[in-house]
């Protein structure tokens, strides 16, 4: 099956400075590429995804990058705000599966 | 409402006790998703139901577990003869038609084995 690898497991930067996240995954059919936050208490939340054919997408403060070639993925995070401080899952959907393969997350804190 | 519903929000039982989850997808998510978040880990796949087709089962750790899904909307998710490793958040999600994009999670219920 899909091994999903995600680094670092935590991360601390300070207010204003970027963060990056990592994911490595196995299957070179997988096609879709998903990052969802979650926040204490709440179930994740899509923030951005990105599909094979393209390298990079971005949402404002939020970025994603794609290396087939490599099998892996970042998730790029500029001008970090408080309200950035979650857990960060990556997640792969495998070629034919019908559902997600998850990272086991990173723990994003934002020091004032 | 609008989102995903899941109930209880927070169960505490004895070893050995049965417990039902229950999850309410969005209405007209024909595809919902049962996942399970240990402490500190990750999110691992129990079971997936896409309309009336069989039920994907191939995540459910034990004979212990088992998920139903009726009229093709509310889900319910039994374990049995709870053990203490059961302890967990229990992560309910639906999507429109089978995997086309993103997955809305319910707030989850937190199982607590004692």
């Known amino acids: 099956g899909e091994n999903v690898e995600q680094h670092p497991s935590t991360l601390s930067v300070q207010e204003g400075d970027s963060a990056v996240i990592k994911c490595t995954y196995s299957?070179?059919?997988?096609?879709?590429f998903p990052w969802y936050k979650q926040e204490l208490g709440k179930g994740p939340q899509l923030i951005i995804d990105?599909?094979?054919?393209?390298g990079e997408k971005k949402d404002q403060r939020i970025a994603v990058t794609l290396n087939k070639t490599a099998k892996h993925f970042s998730l790029h995070i500029t001008e970090t705000q408080p309200e950035d401080s979650a857990v960060y899952f990556c997640a792969v959907v495998p070629g034919g599966a019908d559902g997600l393969t998850f990272g086991k997350g990173t723990h994003l804190i934002i020091q004032p | 409402g609008a989102g995903v519903s899941q109930s209880p929000s927070n169960k505490v039982t004895e070893k050995g006790k049965d417990v039902e989850l229950r999850c309410d997808p969005i209405s007209g998510h024909t595809a919902l998703y049962w996942y399970r978040q240990s402490l500190g880990q990750g999110l691992e796949f129990l079971i997936y139901f896409q309309g009336n087709s069989a039920p994907d089962k191939s995540g459910l750790p034990s004979d212990r577990f088992s998920a139903e899904r009726t009229g093709g909307s509310v889900s319910t998710l039994t374990i049995q003869r709870t053990q203490q490793e059961d302890s967990a958040v229990y992560l309910c999600?639906?999507?429109?038609?089978?995997?086309?994009?993103?997955?809305?999670f319910g707030e989850g219920s937190r199982l607590t084995v004692l």
């Open positions: 999600a639906s999507t429109r038609n089978r995997y086309t994009g993103e997955l809305f």
């Open positions: 299957d070179s059919a997988s096609n879709y």
């Open positions: 990105i599909r094979s054919n393209v």
